[in-house]
T-cell receptor, first 111, second 113 residues
């Protein structure tokens, strides 16, 4: 089976812009979770989607949003980018609330 | 709330040395426990897991045993290789965390030839 894929792998944006990241889960997986990884805060949970519904959300501002499509692919959007949003964004898929398998991540740099 | 505490790094070992990375957890329910590994510039790879007390997860020579009495899940390997150099994350998931993984801060391992 193909693994979790994320696009793009690298992004450079400027403050105030918005960005959309994409994640394609492992075939058959209906749960997609998003995490932000930074050197200072480590790995932090953003949100989780299952069958197109957001089931859980972490402590991030409303500028961070996401959605899931009927084929389980997911996108996350960050509006009005800030310097502190520079991070590695990781997507993970699972069958349900079980073992999560991660993609390679999208490295976002905000200038 | 749920939390994971793992030993701070970095850890530097010589090739063929014995590795232990300590991990303890706090959870309200009965969590599943995981070790993930991250190589430079990459995402997280699942290394091993254990879903109930006394289970032993193992993979690629790494082992960890789910100890409920000590709330621990320490990672061990008998003989490390240079290729094991990476950052290792201990994590848990349970109903109390509502499906999201709770991670430790990570331990960077460097293995010298």
């Amino acid at each position: 089976k193909a693994g979790v894929t994320q696009t793009p792998r690298y992004l450079i944006k400027t403050r105030g812009q918005q960005v959309t990241l994409s994640c394609s889960p492992i075939s058959g997986h209906r749960s997609v979770s998003w995490y932000q990884q930074t050197p200072g805060q480590g790995l932090q949970f953003l949100f989780e989607y299952f069958s197109e519904t957001q089931r859980n959300k972490g402590n991030f501002p409303g500028r961070f949003s996401g959605r899931q499509f009927s084929n389980s692919r997911s996108e996350m959007n960050v509006s009005t980018l800030e310097l502190g949003d520079s991070a590695l964004y990781l997507c993970a898929s699972s069958l349900d609330w079980g073992t999560q398998y991660f993609g390679p991540g999208t490295r976002l740099t905000v200038l | 709330g749920n939390s994971v505490t793992q030993m701070e790094g970095p850890v530097t070992l010589s090739e063929e040395a014995f590795l232990t990375i300590n991990c303890t957890y706090t959870a309200t329910g009965y969590p599943s426990l995981f070790w993930y590994v991250q190589y430079p510039g990459e995402g997280l790879q699942l290394l091993l897991k254990a879903t109930k007390a006394d289970d032993k997860g193992s993979n690629k020579g790494f082992e960890a045993t789910y100890r409920k009495e000590t709330t621990s899940f320490h990672l061990e390997k008998g003989s490390v290789q240079v290729s094991d150099s990476a950052v290792y994350f201990c994590a848990l998931i349970d109903g109390g965390s509502q499906g999201n993984l709770i991670f430790g801060k990570g331990t960077k391992l460097s293995v010298k030839p």
